[in-house]
């Protein structure tokens, strides 16, 4: 069983910065992992992703230029840097693992975290 703790987030204002981390229970060296984020009253959405070894990576075009995902697996931990936020980017963002990038891409991960609050005021 893999569990994931978020933590890093908080109320910033539009324009500024944040960095979520994500830690695993696990060594992440074999898992894919990625972000999402849902906002009130909106589905869960994709925001970016991450292989395994780092060397790929994937983001949403609403965040493209503006967030950066990276990993540390000597640390189990993987990191969502997010510069230029805006008031829209207000959500709770989820990290989520699995074996199968795939299944990260497509938002079935098996393991997802509890969730860590993002609020920026305009």
């Known amino acids: 069983q893999v569990q994931l703790v978020e933590s890093g987030g908080g109320l910033v204002q539009a324009g500024g910065s944040l960095r979520l981390s994500c830690a695993a229970s696990?060594?992440?060296?074999?898992?894919?992992m990625g972000w999402f984020r849902q906002a009130p009253g909106k589905e869960r959405e994709f925001v970016a992703f991450i292989s395994w070894s780092g060397g790929y990576t994937v983001y949403a075009d609403s965040v493209k230029g503006r967030f950066t995902i990276s990993r540390d697996n000597a640390k189990n931990t993987v990191y969502l840097q997010m510069n230029s936020l805006k008031p829209e980017d207000t959500a709770v963002y989820y990290c989520a693992a699995d074996l199968g990038p795939a299944r990260v891409l497509a938002g079935t991960s098996d393991y997802w975290g509890q969730g860590t609050q993002v609020t920026v005021s305009s």
């Open positions: 696990v060594r992440t060296a074999s898992y894919a």
